[in-house]
């Protein structure tokens, strides 16, 4: 499973010294062919498995009040499920009388069209800032600013890649980076692994402890039926924890290969000794409105955490009245707040008129696939809600929680969403359809649902940091002209390491439940 959100620019392969063999390279699916099988197979599972309904209380289920139910839907009625899919999936209704979702019913809304909306909103946003050239200049800056301390500019380099994630779900916008640092890294007695190191681990350690990224939490927590702001404060820890593990493990390979080339896990040639005395090229300074922009860029996001806090119910308990000041902001509200700053952000970058408009419009394209992945995920489950067969899954994984005790329920969690990850490429997609079905089962180990939210996080994360079938990692070693293999030996003891921190996190955060 990647983190990937949207399809990666075409790049030009990578010279070699030796010819180009035939390409055999194993194919893999894409994300909208897994989930038009899945959407197959499980329409296809509504006549053969049986259905059942639990009792709720507060909107969640009972444990031990399953009972089987007789689906009466017609043939023709349940192929119709099947052909409105998709649509059920952007903005069906849930008849709260009938239980029935569909897109003429009387009720509150199932669909993921606030969802889809808020990705389509980022994708204007991010886009238009990138269109002002502000985020490769101000990571030009940064590398201008520290060209002559190595390891700071490594530390400064990654923590913010890493917070671009955690926000934005900041992924292929940083295969641009490459050319920038790698010429900037060799020049101060460092090696392309490094780079790859600091661009691509920086990146998925974001996204793995994503705080309010909406490809990534905000996706499984709309799943998962939870506030998007809810378990904000275990993740926050986490970031701050993940990302110095990862940042310590890149400086201290860093460290080794300057002090020894010969130690470097890839070589020097010497045409990287030639790359890294024309490194100054690369590097632009940054405009007064650059400035402005990432000022604006970066308030926009911290405005939006606090927008989303409920910080009466932090403070006070959780059955407290919210404060006059607090906003309590979902995403509606975020989807006008991202496409506003997309044109404040645009105007004071230099783009007018059509450039603006084709700025953001060329965002939400970019961002197109993440929002119907999403769409596509979510009419599966409205498929498998109208049949009736969502509560007999759970309770069919009752049995086999009942009794487990809630730190090893969290981390089984996350084992099991791990191969999962790797079948469906694509973070939102994954998050839209098994939230639905894993969420509702803390409910019954007596776990809060967004230690599943932070679980799937860290699965997602953990298996995105090898995947070959994620465009970040790929393109990334394609630029950076790492092998995969090579890439994969280096990295494997950081990826061991962060299974025993992330289970330590989810065994502890919910044994404190």
């Not at 499973?1 to 894409?30: D, I, Q, W």
């Not at 603006?356 to 060329?362: D, K, N, Q, Y």
């Not at 759970?394 to 009942?402: D, K, M, P, R």
């Amino acid at each position: 499973m990647s983190l990937s959100k949207k399809s990666s620019p075409a790049l030009e392969p990578a010279p070699t010294a030796e010819p180009a063999a035939p390409s055999r390279a194993v194919r893999f699916p894409s994300t909208y062919s897994v989930l038009l099988a899945i959407t197959l197979v499980v329409w296809a599972l509504t006549f053969v498995v049986p259905s059942g309904k639990y009792r709720l209380a507060d909107g969640r289920p009972i444990a031990g009040s399953y009972q089987h139910i007789d689906n009466l839907s017609s043939f023709g009625a349940r192929l119709l499920d099947l052909f409105l899919a998709p649509v059920n999936g952007l903005y069906g209704m849930l008849n709260p009388a009938s239980g029935h979702v569909g897109p003429y019913e009387n009720g509150g809304m199932f669909g993921a069209i606030g969802v889809f909306f808020f990705v389509l909103a980022i994708g204007a946003f991010v886009n238009t800032t990138l269109r002002t050239g502000a985020i490769d200049a101000g990571i030009s800056r940064v590398a201008t600013r520290f060209k002559r301390r190595g390891a700071m500019l490594i530390i400064v380099v990654m923590l913010l890649i890493a917070i671009g994630g955690s926000t934005f779900g900041m992924g292929e916008e940083t295969l641009g980076f490459y050319a920038i640092l790698i010429p900037l890294l060799l020049s101060l007695g460092y090696d392309r692994l490094t780079a790859v190191g600091v661009i691509l681990i920086g990146s998925v350690v974001g996204n793995m402890n994503s705080t309010v990224n909406p490809f990534m939490t905000g996706a499984a927590s709309a799943g998962a039926d939870i506030p998007l702001s809810q378990g904000i404060g275990l993740r926050a820890v986490m970031f701050m924890v993940f990302t110095a593990v990862a940042i310590g493990y890149v400086l201290r390979y860093a460290r080794r290969v300057k002090r020894d080339p010969s130690r470097s896990a890839v070589g020097i040639s010497a045409g990287d000794a030639q790359l890294a005395l024309a490194c100054e090229q690369n590097l632009t300074p940054m405009t007064r409105a650059q400035k402005a922009v990432m000022t604006c860029f970066a308030v926009t996001f911290v405005f939006m955490i606090f927008a989303l806090v409920p910080w009466a119910q932090v403070i006070a308990g959780p059955n407290a009245m919210s404060y006059a000041w607090q906003l309590d902001w979902y995403f509606p509200e975020l989807t006008a707040l991202f496409f506003v700053m997309a044109l404040l952000i645009g105007l004071i970058g230099g783009l007018y008129g059509e450039t603006l408009v084709a700025a953001m419009i060329g965002g939400i394209a970019d961002f197109m696939g993440a929002a119907l992945v999403i769409v596509l995920a979510r009419g599966i489950t409205v498929i498998m809600h109208n049949a009736f067969i969502t509560d007999t899954v759970l309770h069919s994984v009752e049995s086999a929680i009942g009794g487990t005790a809630s730190s090893v329920f969290a981390v089984v969690m996350m084992l099991v969403i791990m191969p999962l990850s790797f079948l469906v490429p694509s973070s939102s997609g994954l998050a839209t359809l098994a939230m639905p079905v894993l969420a509702p089962m803390a409910d019954f180990a007596g776990v809060g649902r967004e230690v599943v939210v932070t679980a799937f996080q860290c699965a997602v994360g953990i298996v995105a940091l090898v995947t070959p079938t994620s465009a970040i990692v790929m393109s990334g070693l394609a630029l950076a002209r790492v092998s995969y293999s090579k890439y994969l030996l280096w990295v494997l003891p950081l990826l061991a390491l962060f299974v025993v921190i992330a289970a330590l996190f989810l065994a502890l955060a919910a044994s404190l439940r």
